[in-house]
């Protein structure tokens, strides 16, 4: 398959600023695609554009709080009255707010559940209509190992990533036959920042329980966004693909 399937698409990436959200945005820019780096600091996603535009990649930034409907909203009327359409969404954004459920404050749930899950509802609702008039888009949005096993201290994190499957699945039913696929990826442990917060005991526990015995990264992720937003995967609807290294298994 050729590395420009993605060529004249334009895709939007959120929390495209770093980690994950950034390999998938260089992934998708290398892929052809017109990519939009959205993040919540202009710092961020504005760096990444120009550094992809250096490059002689095709990008553009927007700075925008996802887990703002009215935010969300505006921007993408933006987006569409310049390009009418967006052909891919990947719904990348996410936070964390670990704490025991019993000491969890309320606050630290609706945070993560606004920037983790309804950010996913919010980008898909304003963008999905175009599509469906065009008869193709992909969307995927990121969920976890967590939202499939739960993890101690992460009962919003992991209620989010369980709920972007739920809204995956179903939202896939809704416009299958309208040529757009919509699929989720959950990630294991991938070496970004939050990993390298872990220390090395950590992860050394960590490692044992994976069978490939190392962990993932932000390119193995991007790879798996890569298929699916490509035209080779027009037949995979309403899964989760897992990027783990076997944790799940």
Not at 141 to 156: D, K, L, W, Y
Not at 158 to 182: D, H, L, P, Q, Y
Request: some cysteine; glycine content about 10%; proline content about 2%.
């Amino acid at each position: 398959m050729s590395d420009q399937n993605l060529s004249g698409k334009v895709c939007v990436v959120t929390g495209a600023g770093r980690g994950i959200g950034k390999a998938i945005a260089e992934m998708l820019a290398q892929s052809g695609g017109h990519v939009i780096c959205v993040s919540k600091s202009e710092e961020s996603c504005g760096t990444l554009a120009k550094e992809l535009r250096a490059e002689g990649f095709s990008a553009e930034h927007f700075a925008v709080d996802v887990s703002s409907s009215a935010e969300v909203t505006s921007v993408c009327k933006t987006i569409l009255g310049k390009y009418r359409s967006v052909d891919v969404l990947v719904n990348n954004a996410g936070i964390a707010r670990d704490n025991l459920v019993l000491r969890m404050s309320e606050q630290d749930w609706k945070d993560v559940i606004d920037t983790n899950l309804s950010s996913c509802f919010h980008w898909t609702k304003a963008l999905i209509h175009p599509m469906i008039k065009k008869n193709w888009g992909r969307i995927v949005n990121m969920s976890s190992i967590v939202g499939i096993r739960g993890n101690f201290g992460q009962v919003n994190y992991a209620a989010a990533k369980a709920g972007i499957i739920g809204f995956t699945k179903s939202a896939a039913k809704e416009v299958a036959s309208r040529g757009i696929t919509v699929n989720a990826i959950a990630p294991g442990f991938i070496q970004t920042d939050m990993t390298k917060k872990l220390g090395e005991t950590v992860v050394a526990e960590i490692l044992k329980n994976i069978p490939m015995k190392k962990l993932g990264t932000p390119q193995d992720v991007a790879n798996a966004v890569k298929f699916l937003c490509s035209p080779g995967a027009q037949y995979i609807t309403g899964h989760v693909i897992s990027v783990d290294g076997g944790l799940g298994m």
